[in-house]
C-alpha cells in the first residue's frame, strides 16, 4: 500500500454551477487538510482534478459531463494560423515569470478584470483576501508568468509547476485589451516555457461543451480530454449533458 492510498476524498452537496448559472453541481474534493495533499497533486492532475485555492476537485454532477479536463502535450504542439497572428500581434510584449503572490499593481488588474468579465456574479467583489485565497493558496509550486509592454502590466497568467507538467490555473489580463488576445497569448507563453523546462503537458483546466468562454481550448491542438479514466485524443472525447 503506498503512503497515498488512504488520501481521503468527499463528495460536496448540490451547489450552484459556476459555469450555468441555472443549474446544480457537485464536486469531488480532495481533503484539503491533508498533509499529503502537496505531493500528491501532480497526480490528482493526471486523473482530470484541479486546483482553486487550497481545494483540489474535479465536477462530479449525476446529469452532466459537460466539463471535460484538457491537456496538450507540448512536444506535439504547433501555433495555428490565428495563434501565430497573436505571436505577432504581440510581438513587443515582454514575458517574466516571477513568484506568486500578490501586489498593489496586480490585485489592480485582477479586480477591473473580474468587473468586466464577471459583473454582478460576486466574484466582482473580490478583494485582497480573495485574490491570496483563490490565485496564491498556502501550498502550491505556483508562479506568476506576466505579460508587460513597456512596463506596463498586461496579463497574469497562474501556472502550478510539477516535474512532469504545468497547469494553467487563472489567467487575468487588461479589459481594456480585449482585441489583443491576451488569453490566448498567456497560453501560448506558457507552452513555450514549458516546452524550455521539458514538461510533458500544460493542463487547460475544463472545457465545456456549449459554454462560449471555455471553447477557446479546443483551438490548441494536439488537445487531449479525460474521459473518467483516461487521457484520449480531444475529438474522440463525448462531452454530454445527459449519460
Given amino acids: 500500500m503506498g503512503e497515498n492510498d488512504n488520501l481521503r476524498l468527499f463528495h460536496t452537496g448540490t451547489h ?25 497533486y501532480p497526480q490528482a492532475l493526471q486523473w482530470g482534478f484541479r486546483r482553486s485555492g487550497d ?17 496538450i502535450p507540448v512536444d506535439g504542439f504547433v501555433p495555428n494560423r490565428s495563434q501565430r497572428r497573436c505571436l505577432v500581434r504581440n ?15 496586480r490585485l489592480a488588474l485582477y479586480r477591473r ?26 501550498w ?8 508587460r509592454e513597456a512596463g506596463r502590466l498586461l496579463a497574469v497568467a497562474v501556472t502550478d509547476l510539477d516535474a ?23 497560453i501560448l507563453k506558457q507552452l ?15 472545457w465545456i461543451s456549449g459554454h462560449d ?7 490548441f491542438r494536439p488537445l487531449e480530454g479525460f474521459d473518467g479514466r483516461r487521457w484520449r485524443p480531444f475529438d474522440a472525447i463525448d462531452a454530454t449533458e445527459d449519460p
Avoid at 481545494?55 to 491537456?71: D, E, F, G, L
Avoid at 468562454?213 to 483551438?219: E, F
Fill in 16 to 40: 450552484a454551477c459556476g459555469y450555468w448559472p441555472e443549474r446544480t453541481a457537485r464536486d469531488l474534493v480532495f481533503d484539503p487538510h491533508d498533509a499529503r495533499l502537496p505531493a500528491f
Fill in 192 to 206: 513555450e516555457w514549458a516546452a524550455r523546462e521539458r514538461r510533458r503537458h500544460l493542463y487547460l483546466g475544463y
Fill in 55 to 71: 481545494i483540489v476537485y474535479r465536477p462530479h454532477c449525476p446529469h452532466c459531463r459537460a466539463c471535460v479536463a484538457v491537456r
Fill in 164 to 186: 512532469l507538467a504545468m497547469s494553467a490555473v487563472y489567467s487575468f489580463y487588461d479589459p481594456d485589451e480585449v482585441s489583443r488576445g491576451l488569453g490566448t497569448l498567456a
Fill in 213 to 219: 468562454k471555455m471553447d477557446y481550448k479546443r483551438n
Fill in 91 to 105: 510581438a513587443s510584449v515582454d514575458v517574466r515569470v516571477l513568484p506568486a503572490g500578490r501586489d498593489d499593481e
Fill in 113 to 138: 478584470y473580474l468587473g468586466s468579465r464577471h459583473p454582478g456574479g460576486g466574484m466582482d467583489t473580490h478583494g485582497a483576501h480573495e485574490f491570496d485565497q483563490f490565485l496564491v493558496g498556502s
Fill in 140 to 147: 502550491a509550486n505556483s508562479r506568476f508568468l506576466e505579460l
